[in-house]
């Protein structure tokens, strides 16, 4: 991974980690050997397709891994603390107050016997910032920073009442009504509509910038990774093949996988030409391929490939790329 720069530590350092599943069918092993960076007022993008591991990634981080599911190895470095030591008491100091996280269903994620109001307040109440009339009022001025209309109507409704697009906004102010320093979106506008959901994710970069916080971001969607990141880093089947700035991953993509994405995303500009499709499917996890786990879809798969799991290596400022082809004696490595 990246040198640090100073002897300051990255906000947040993901080292090694590996989250399974114990299954009857099987041990899933949803997330392998995954490691990243984010630094302070950064905004990293975690990609993928659906099941590759990114939410578990994001669940980890906060340990909220339920049964039978387990974190098994690995570090998560907040602020140079590794939160996976922490007492189960430490990490609700920790949630909601100095990382906060932005689920993608928010009528799952809201209580519904409870009004707005009483959901907003008590996130100051719990963390003992405020006493309770002071949190109802600062509830009100959170629906506010979110922009939402008539924020004391608002305040006083259920969930249920309330739009989809409403609801994200509500989930937005709890997760920022702390300030807290790292904020994780998981596929935030997931369940809402297309016109709503630029408005949801402007609304969550200007906050962010205004708390100065970092952001993990998790989505499937590389358009929304090209207007609201600054890194990138993208997981296939449990596991990061690259990572680098946004600009790099578009213009100069090094791993086949990454590569294949990015063709199979239709342009207006080349709208005569055909898009591809990257052939085979998503292995299971139970039993995942051995060697890279990109190999059986691989168009330039060699026998190393079938043998051994590629490390995150560096091959330029910043860009790092888990494939054969960029390690040491590999056929155009460097």
Known sequence: MRQLISSQPFLLSVRDLHTQFFTYDGVVKAVSGVSFDIESSE???????????????AYS????????GRIVKGEVLFKGEDLLTKSEEEMRTIRGNRISMIFQEPMTSLNPVFTVRDQLSAVAIHHGRMKRKEAIREAVESLRRVRIPDPERVARQYPHELSGGM?????????????????????????????????????????????KA???????NLGVVAHYSDRVAVMYAGSIVEIADVETIFEDPRHPYVQGLLRAIPIMSRSTERVESIPGSVPNLIDPPRGCRFHPRCSRMMPVCKEKMPKLL???????VACHLYSGGAIGGK
């Open 214 to 220: 970092s952001m993990l971001l998790i989505t499937h």
């Open 314 to 320: 560096e091959v330029g400022g910043g860009h790092f």
């Open 61 to 68: 981080i906060l340990r909220l891994i339920e049964s039978p």
């Open 43 to 57: 905004s990293l993008a975690l990609v993928g397709e659906t099941g590759c591991g990114k939410s578990v990634t």
């Open 167 to 211: 609801r994200q906004r509500v989930l937005i102010a709890i997760a920022l009504s702390l300030s807290p320093e790292l904020i994780i979106c998981d596929e935030p506008t997931t369940f809402l509509d297309v016109t709503v959901q630029a408005q949801v994710l402007d609304l969550i970069k200007e906050l962010q910038r205004k708390v």
